[in-house]
Nanobody
Framework: VQLQASGGGLVQAGGSLRLSCAPS????????IGWFRQPPGQERQFVVA????????KYLDSVKGRFTSSRDTTKNTVYLQMNGLKPEDTAVYYC????????????????????WGQGTLVTVSS
């Protein structure tokens, strides 16, 4: 599955952005969709994951209450709404898909995710 993340840009601290992730084929009900980010000079880190079937989510603690992931099953698209952005949120953001057996818990382990898209850069100025 090819993934395309979009919606990144430059924003001032406290601002908002909405990222979109559109896979090249229909997302199946057993898929999980994740957002990861890679800050400059750092390793890739988990941000949020969502189940396609029920929309259950798992968030990185530092983004809880600020970031919201959602999916639109009619558009086959996943969104990441980012509010209250901070300079430390500056990173390249990637979306990923994991094909999971039913009832598999959401995972923050990047090695368990199957397909990755090209990232979109989010820069938050202070």
């Amino acid at each position: 599955v090819q993934l395309q993340a979009s919606g990144g840009g430059l924003v001032q601290a406290g601002g908002s952005l909405r990222l979109s992730c559109a896979p090249s084929e229909s997302i199946l009900s057993n898929y999980h969709i994740g957002w990861f980010r890679q800050p400059p000079g750092q390793e890739r880190q988990f941000v949020v994951a969502i189940t396609w079937r029920e929309g259950k989510t798992k968030y990185l603690d530092s983004v809880k209450g600020r970031f919201t992931s959602s999916r639109d099953t009619t558009k086959n698209t996943v969104y990441l709404q980012m509010n209250g952005l901070k300079p430390e949120d500056t990173a390249v953001y990637y979306c990923a898909i994991r094909r999971s057996p039913r009832a598999t818990p959401l995972s923050s382990n990047a090695y368990l995710w199957n397909d990755w898209g090209q990232g979109t850069l989010v820069t938050v100025s202070s």
